[in-house]
């Protein structure tokens, strides 16, 4: 048996990458029966004989549309304008990513048409990796790449490259740079009704590129934003910032809202910027 990773799945399938070559393979008879379906990302074990995938490797995460499994990274894309940054809207991919347990970096694309005060000063305040690029002249695209690779531990990333996956509202430019990353991907970008009318016609199926020294998978994700379902208590520990903090409040559930002594409450407008807080609070009080 090698081991491996499924780029590709289409009509039962799997195109599984391995230290020695890629192997198509279809999934063990066993996963049929138990209704077991191998996804784009899965970590497997194939026997490279019968050419089947033996082993699917515990998932460390799953997005739902399109299937994706073990997501490292996500590319949370803004626009800088056209349309208008919304902190609010980023906050809530920002929370989603942690809350699957995936690193978040965030992407402002349509840096071209940047020409207001830089609205990232609380993202880096927080420590997020913040990237400014723009898909219509290619400025920035260096640094998202060399981003892709990895945030940290260089080491860990060649033996395990990362698997990275693009979210963010519609319009703000996912497509165009998907596009111009990973130029056989050939996503359709422009208008919104436009595309979801051709929508209805063509099935996407995810496919993971290697890129740099990571994978990217040539769909976005993150479509549907279910903060609903994360619980009140979660929110502190997604917002990376209050990190540091949390331990010194006087009650250990701490909401950071009310409470008397709260370490969090008396950082804002230090380690915590005002705008994040308000942010905060919203998920809290919903
Ligand atoms: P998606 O919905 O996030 O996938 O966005 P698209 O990639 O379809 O882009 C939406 C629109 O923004 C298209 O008309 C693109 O041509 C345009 N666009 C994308 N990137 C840029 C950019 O960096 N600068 C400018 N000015 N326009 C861009
Ligand atoms: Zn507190």
Same mark, same amino acid.
């Given at each position: 048996m090698?081991?491996? %990773?499924?780029t590709?799945?289409v009509?039962?399938?799997y195109?599984?990458?391995?230290?020695?070559?890629?192997?198509?393979c279809?999934?063990?008879?066993?996963?049929?029966?138990?209704q077991?379906?191998?996804?784009?990302?899965d970590? $497997?074990q194939?026997d490279p004989?019968k050419?089947?995938? *033996?082993?699917?490797?515990?998932?460390?995460?799953?997005?739902k549309?399109? #299937?994706?499994a073990?997501?490292? =990274? $996500?590319?949370?894309t803004?626009?800088?304008?056209?349309p208008a940054?919304h902190?609010?809207?980023?906050?809530?991919?920002?929370v989603l990513?942690?809350?699957e347990?995936?690193d978040?970096?965030?992407c402002?694309n349509?840096?071209?048409?940047?020409?207001?005060e /830089?609205f990232t000063?609380?993202?880096?305040l927080?420590?997020? +990796?913040?990237?400014?690029?723009?898909?219509?002249?290619?400025?920035?695209? /260096?640094? %998202?790449?060399?981003?892709?690779g990895g =945030?940290?531990?260089?080491?860990d990333?060649l033996s395990?490259?990362?698997l990275?996956?693009f979210a963010? #509202? !519609?319009?703000?430019g996912k497509? !165009?740079?998907i596009?111009?990353?990973?130029p056989? @991907?050939?996503?359709?970008?422009?208008?919104?009704?436009?595309?979801?009318?051709?929508?209805?016609?063509t099935?996407r199926? @995810?496919?993971?590129h290697?890129?740099?020294?990571g994978?990217c &998978? /040539?769909t +976005?994700g993150?479509s549907s934003?279910e903060?609903? @379902?994360? #619980?009140? =208590?979660?929110? !502190?520990?997604?917002?990376?910032?209050? @990190?540091?903090? $949390?331990? *010194?409040?006087k009650?250990?559930?701490?909401?950071h /809202?009310?409470e008397?002594d709260c370490? &969090?409450?008396? =950082?804002?407008?230090?380690? $915590?910027h005002p705008?994040?807080? *308000?942010?905060y609070?919203g998920?809290v009080r919903r």
């Amino acid at each position: 048996m090698i081991s491996g %990773l499924i780029t590709k799945g289409v009509g039962g399938e799997y195109t599984v990458n391995t230290a020695n070559g890629v192997y198509i393979c279809t999934a063990r008879g066993v996963f049929r029966n138990r209704q077991i379906t191998p996804f784009v990302g899965d970590r $497997v074990q194939i026997d490279p004989v019968k050419k089947s995938v *033996e082993i699917i490797e515990p998932r460390k995460n799953v997005l739902k549309r399109p #299937p994706v499994a073990n997501i490292d =990274q $996500v590319i949370v894309t803004m626009a800088a304008a056209s349309p208008a940054f919304h902190a609010g809207l980023l906050d809530r991919f920002l929370v989603l990513a942690g809350y699957e347990g995936v690193d978040a970096v965030i992407c402002i694309n349509k840096y071209d048409l940047h020409n207001r005060e /830089d609205f990232t000063v609380p993202y880096v305040l927080a420590g997020y +990796p913040v990237i400014k690029v723009s898909a219509a002249t290619g400025a920035g695209m /260096d640094d %998202l790449l060399a981003v892709m690779g990895g =945030q940290s531990n260089a080491s860990d990333t060649l033996s395990d490259p990362i698997l990275n996956v693009f979210a963010g #509202p !519609s319009g703000v430019g996912k497509s !165009s740079l998907i596009n111009m990353l990973i130029p056989e @991907a050939a996503m359709e970008t422009g208008d919104i009704s436009v595309k979801l009318k051709r929508g209805k016609h063509t099935t996407r199926h @995810a496919e993971i590129h290697s890129l740099g020294a990571g994978f990217c &998978v /040539d769909t +976005p994700g993150f479509s549907s934003l279910e903060v609903d @379902a994360i #619980p009140t =208590q979660a929110f !502190s520990g997604l917002f990376p910032e209050f @990190a540091a903090f $949390v331990g *010194e409040c006087k009650f250990s559930d701490c909401l950071h /809202d009310k409470e008397r002594d709260c370490a &969090v409450k008396k =950082q804002v407008g230090k380690g $915590v910027h005002p705008s994040r807080y *308000e942010s905060y609070l919203g998920f809290v009080r919903r």
